[in-house]
């Protein structure tokens, strides 16, 4: 389940997603697998082609997008978050989260 964000946020990221844009949301979230975990950062495009090559240049397993259509995604968690987070220089994502 998603938490800390509003449904127009929720319905940005899927317009952008649909549309064959790279879109970046993150929320607040819990899975009992990862007990530590708090966010997610779910990166959505319909285009697979461009999804699975913005994993690859990132060092991320192209396996692990999830294709649930119309909204494939790959789940950024932990450490990666943070890194893709400021590599993509998504601050505002970082601070409204308290990730750093």
């Known amino acids: 389940m998603a938490f800390g964000i509003t449904r127009a946020e929720l319905q940005q990221w899927k317009e952008a997603v649909v549309r064959g844009e ?54 950024l968690i932990g450490q990666k978050q943070l890194e893709i987070l400021r590599q993509e220089r998504l601050l505002t994502h970082l601070h409204r989260f308290r990730l750093i």
């Open 22 to 75: 790279l879109a970046f949301l993150t929320h607040y979230w819990y899975d009992p697998r990862f007990p530590d975990v708090k966010t997610v950062t779910k990166v959505g495009c319909s285009d697979l082609e461009t999804l699975v090559q913005w994993c690859e240049a990132r060092g991320l397993n192209p396996q692990y997008i999830h294709h649930r259509r119309p909204f494939p995604h790959f789940d």
